[in-house]
């Protein structure tokens, strides 16, 4: 509890930034660190994933869907998020979507309109329900006949 914490190592170094003033209507692919102060319409995803970090800056917006590993948000995004390794959402980021994250720091003032969900527990849920059968409508036996009346169902 008071031990020293693991931190998340990732990505720190930026290699590409959008500007303030740039506004991209398109989809992103890249690799290493990416930083956007601007607006995105488009889908963004890190061709390189275990190496990958995005930055929203609280000036920038993304309207679309991210694939990143790890992702630190301050502006707003409105779209599904993936993060598979670590997501910071800082004191002025929104968020209009479901987020899929592997570990999560959410900081006062952050707000999120949509389902929140862990990679481990997703993984973990899908594993348990494909070993349960489980019988909708339950066969009747060969000998017994099934008859129905003329009723009215209203």
Known sequence: MFGKKNKIKFNNHIDTLIGINTTINGDISFKGGLRIDGHIIG????????QSTLVLS???????KIKVTNIIING?????????????????AKVYGDIHYGSLEIHLGASVEGKMIQYDKLNSEIDLQSEKMVTLIPAAPENQQITTENKNFS
């Open 76 to 92: 707003t995004v409105t779209g599904p998020i993936f993060a598979q390794g670590y997501l910071e959402l800082q004191t002025q």
């Open 58 to 64: 609280n000036e920038g917006s993304i309207t679309g």
């Open 43 to 50: 889908n963004i995803a890190a061709s390189d994933e275990e």
